[in-house]
C-alpha cells in the first residue's frame, strides 16, 4: 500500500515514469521517466560490500521529490530543510559551502567565473542532515542550491518576508527557497541514487563503497615524484635524477614531460629518436638509481602514430590538434590503446603515465579553444557533450586495463563520478594557492584524489609553504616542466635556466630535503590512510565539516584539513607565517613543538618556515619511519611511535606487498598500535607472509 501512495504521489507530480529499488545498504535507487544511455553508473566498478549499518529507509522523503520533463529536458525538485548546508559536485575551485550557490557540471580545462565548472565536475552533493545524492547523468546538469523560488510556493505574507536589502541581495550565501532544483538539459528521464549515512562522513563512505572502493595506491606512488624540463633529453634526465641521490633527497618518480615524444600535439606515443636514442637503455639506467618512470600524454592521436589506423574507425568526427580523438566509450577502443601502452611501455618498465589535456576547451581565451565541440559524434552513439563529462574517466580506464598485476599511480587532468576506486590524482594548470587547498577538502566530498603541485611560486617562503602543502596532500609533486634547474635552485624561470642561481639555494635545499624526509616519515601512516579508503570509503583527505557537521565553525573552515583519523593540517599560504587556526572538539598537539591547544576554539598562530601546519589528535599514535631515499619492492621501514596525551592510546598500520593486488585477495595485514599507558604493544593479524613495518621506538608525549 504504501509503495502504490509514493507511486500516486509521483504521477500526480508529473513523473511518467518510475522504480524504487535498494541497490545496496543504505542506497536507493529512484528512475524518473526514460533514461538516458552513457551514464557514469554504466561505467563504474562492482561495489564493495559496507560495514556499516544500514538503514531501512531512504534518508530523503521520496514522496516530496518533484519531477517533470520540459522542452529543454528534465527537471528534479528535493527537499531540503532551514539548517542544511551543501557541499561536493567534484573539485570545485571557488567555493567550498554550496547552499544559496548555481553549479553546472561541466567539464573545464580553466575555471574562469564561479558558476560550477571543473576540472571534475560530478553531480552528487552531501549534506549536513547526513546524506547524499546523486544525479546519474552525463549532462551539463545544473543545480539551484535552494536559490529559485517558485511562484507557486509563495505564501500570503512572502512578499513583505522578502524584503532583501541591497547587501542581502548580493549575499553569496542567500537562501532563497527550501528546494534543490536540478535540471537535466536534453533527456526526458533520468536516475536519482540516495546514499545514506549516518552522518555527512557516512553519506561519503557509502558513495565511495558503491563506486568501488577508495583506490590503495603502490606504497611508491607515496613518496616524491619530480616532473623534469619538457625538452629534456635522456642524459640531461639521468643527471638531474642523479642529482638528488647524490644530495639525499628522497624522490621515487620521475616524470617526463612532452618532449620524450616524436610528436606531443598531437601525440605520436613513439620516442623521440633525437632525445632518446635508446629508450631501453635509458629506463633500465632510472631503474638503477631506483626511480619508477612516469610518461606525459594525452588521448588525441597524431597521423604518424602506429595507434592511428587501428583508432581510424573508432574516433569522433571532429579532430583536435591534427588528431583523433579516441571513442574511449566503446570497450573496444579502450582495448586497442591500452594494448598498445601495454607493449609499447608498461612491459619495458614504465610505472605510470600523466593523463593530460582530457578535461575540455579552455574558456578563459577564446583564441584557445583546442577542444572537441559538443556536437561531436562518435561511433558508440555518445554525442560531444557526454564525452567531455566522461573523457577523463574513460580514459583512465583505457590505462588502468593493462595494470592487472601490478598497480601504478596516475597523474590526471579530469575525471567524474564513481572515479574513487581509480588509482589517480588530478591535477591544474591553475596555481592559486589558496584554490589549490580548498581543492584539497572539496575533492573529498566526491572520491577525488587532488594535487596541490609545486610549479609557479611568488617567492622563496611561497616555494617552501607550497611544499609543506605537497606534503601533507595525496602526493608531493614538482612539476618543473620549463626549469633547467629545480625551483629551489631559483623561482625565476629565465635566470634558472641561464644558471643564476639564487644566494640561498643551499638553505633552501636543506629545507626541500627536511620536507621530503618528512613526506617519507609519514608514509606507513598516509598509507594506512588509503587502506581505510579502500575498505571503509573514508576518504584520506577530508574536511572538518565531514567529521564534525554541527560544529558551525567547521561548516565554514575551508583551509584546514583532516588526514586519516589523527592529523589536521592547516596549510599557510603565500608564504606567510601567521595564520587563525580553528580546532574541532578535543585536545590537538602541535606536531613541532608540542604544545597542546584544546579544541572547540581558534587560535592565532605563527610559524617558522621550519615548522609544519601539522596538528595530532589527543589520544593517538602516530607511527613515523625513518626516512629512505626510494621506495621500491624491497624496502621496509623502522618506526617510531608517538603518543599523544596521558591515557590510553590507540592506533594502526596497514601492511601488504605495495605493488600486486594481492590485499584483494585477503593478502594483507592490520598492525594494532597500543598504549597501556606505561609500554606500547603492536600485534597484527591478516594472511599477508611478511612485515613493512619494525617498530623500534615509543615516544610518550603529553
Known amino acids: 500500500m504504501k509503495r502504490i501512495m509514493i507511486l500516486c504521489a509521483l504521477a500526480c507530480s508529473g513523473a ?38 544500514a538503514p531501512e529507509q531512504p534518508p530523503v522523503d521520496i514522496q516530496d521529490i518533484r519531477f517533470k520533463t520540459t522542452s529543454r529536458g528534465c527537471v ?17 575551485v571557488n567555493t567550498f559551502q554550496q547552499r544559496g550557490l548555481r553549479r553546472e557540471m561541466h567539464a573545464s580545462s580553466n575555471i574562469v567565473g564561479n558558476v560550477g565548472f571543473s576540472h571534475a565536475p560530478v553531480p552528487f552533493y552531501v549534506s549536513t542532515n547526513g546524506y547524499g ?20 510556493d509563495l505564501k500570503d505574507n512572502t512578499a513583505r518576508e522578502l524584503g532583501f536589502t541591497t547587501k542581502d541581495l548580493y549575499s553569496p550565501h542567500n537562501r532563497y527557497s527550501d528546494r534543490m532544483i536540478v535540471e537535466v538539459p536534453s533527456e526526458k528521464g533520468v536516475e536519482v541514487l540516495l546514499f545514506a549515512g549516518p552522518g555527512m562522513d557516512g553519506a561519503v563512505r557509502r558513495y565511495n563503497l558503491y563506486a568501488g572502493g577508495g583506490c590503495l595506491p603502490p606504497l611508491w606512488g607515496l613518496g616524491m615524484k619530480y616532473r623534469g624540463k619538457g625538452d629534456f633529453t635522456d642524459e640531461r634526465a639521468v643527471n638531474l635524477a642523479g642529482y638528488f641521490r647524490e644530495n639525499n633527497i628522497p624522490c621515487t618518480t620521475y616524470g617526463l614531460e612532452p618532449g620524450w615524444q616524436s610528436r606531443a600535439y598531437s601525440c605520436s606515443f613513439v620516442w623521440n629518436q633525437q632525445r632518446f636514442p635508446e629508450p631501453a637503455k635509458f629506463i633500465n639506467k632510472m631503474d638503477s638509481l631506483h626511480y619508477h618512470l612516469n610518461l ?56 605510470a603515465f600523466k593523463l593530460d589535456e582530457c578535461d575540455a576547451a579552455d574558456y578563459k581565451d577564446a583564441a584557445a579553444q583546442w577542444s572537441f565541440p559538443e556536437l561531436s559524434l562518435f561511433p558508440s552513439g555518445i554525442d560531444g557533450e557526454k564525452m567531455h563529462e566522461l573523457f577523463g574517466l574513460l580514459y583512465q580506464k583505457a590505462i588502468l586495463r593493462i595494470f592487472q598485476n601490478q598497480r601504478t599511480w596516475l597523474d590526471v587532468r579530469s575525471s567524474g563520478a564513481f572515479a574513487s576506486p581509480y588509482p589517480s590524482v588530478l591535477y591544474s594548470d591553475m596555481y592559486n594557492n589558496a584554490d589549490y587547498v580548498r581543492m584539497i577538502l572539496n575533492a573529498g566530498f566526491s572520491g577525488l584524489l587532488w594535487s596541490p603541485e609545486i610549479r609557479d611560486t611568488r617567492s622563496e617562503a611561497d616555494l617552501i609553504r607550497r611544499t609543506q602543502t605537497g606534503v601533507l596532500s595525496a602526493q608531493l609533486c614538482f612539476n618543473s616542466w620549463y626549469l633547467s634547474n629545480p625551483p629551489w635552485f631559483q623561482i625565476d624561470r629565465a635566470k634558472n635556466d641561464n644558471g643564476e642561481f639564487l644566494p640561498d639555494r643551499k638553505e633552501l635545499e636543506n629545507r626541500i630535503r627536511s620536507l621530503s624526509e618528512l613526506r617519507m616519515r609519514l608514509v606507513p601512516y598516509l598509507y594506512t590512510a588509503f587502506s581505510a579508503y579502500h575498505f571503509d570509503g573514508e576518504p584520506p583527505f577530508r574536511a572538518l565539516v565531514m567529521d564534525y557537521p554541527s560544529d558551525d565553525t567547521a561548516r565554514t573552515v575551508d583551509d584546514e584539513y583532516l588526514i586519516g583519523p589523527s592529523l589536521l593540517a592547516a596549510p599557510f599560504l603565500d608564504g606567510s607565517s601567521h595564520r587563525n587556526v580553528y580546532f574541532p572538539a578535543g585536545n590537538w598537539y602541535d606536531f613541532n613543538t608540542n604544545r597542546k591547544y584544546a579544541g572547540g576554539r581558534s587560535y592565532e598562530l605563527d610559524m617558522t618556515l621550519d615548522q609544519v601546519p601539522l596538528f595530532v589528535r589527543e589520544g593517538s599514535i602516530l607511527p613515523l619511519a625513518d626516512p629512505v631515499p626510494f621506495i621500491d619492492a624491497q624496502t621496509g621501514f623502522k618506526i617510531t611511535c608517538r603518543v599523544y596525551g596521558g591515557q590510553p592510546a590507540a592506533g594502526s598500520l596497514y601492511e601488504d606487498d605495495g605493488e600486486t593486488y594481492g590485499y584483494e585477495k585477503g593478502k594483507y595485514n592490520h598492525v594494532v598500535l597500543k598504549w597501556d599507558g606505561n609500554a606500547g604493544h603492536v600485534t597484527r593479524s591478516g594472511n599477508f607472509q611478511g612485515s613493512l613495518y619494525e617498530v623500534k621506538n615509543w615516544e610518550k608525549i603529553q
Not at 531540503?80 to 557541499?87: F, G, Q, R, S, V
Not at 545524492?133 to 507557486?152: D, P
Not at 574511449?328 to 618498465?349: E, L, N
Request: glycine share 8%; charged share 20%.
Open 16 to 53: 511518467t515514469a518510475q522504480t524504487i529499488k535498494k541497490v545496496a545498504p543504505g542506497v536507493w535507487s529512484i528512475t524518473y521517466g526514460t533514461p538516458e544511455t552513457f551514464t557514469p553508473s554504466m561505467f563504474k566498478k562492482a561495489p564493495v560490500e559496507s560495514n556499516q549499518s
Open 76 to 92: 528534479l525538485e528535493l527537499p531540503m530543510d532551514d539548517a542544511e548546508k551543501i557541499y561536493g559536485f567534484g573539485l570545485q
Open 133 to 152: 545524492v546523486l544525479i546519474n547523468s552525463s549532462r551539463y546538469v545544473t543545480f539551484y542550491c535552494g536559490t529559485m523560488q517558485k511562484a507557486v
Open 296 to 351: 606525459w600524454e594525452h588521448a588525441y592521436t597524431n597521423p604518424v602514430s602506429p595507434l592511428f589506423k587501428p583508432l581510424k574507425g573508432k574516433a569522433g568526427d571532429y579532430m583536435v590538434w591534427g588528431g583523433l580523438v579516441p571513442d574511449f566509450a566503446d570497450p573496444k577502443a579502450r582495448a586497442i590503446f591500452g594494448a598498445y601502452h601495454d607493449t609499447a611501455f608498461v612491459q619495458k618498465g614504465i610505472a
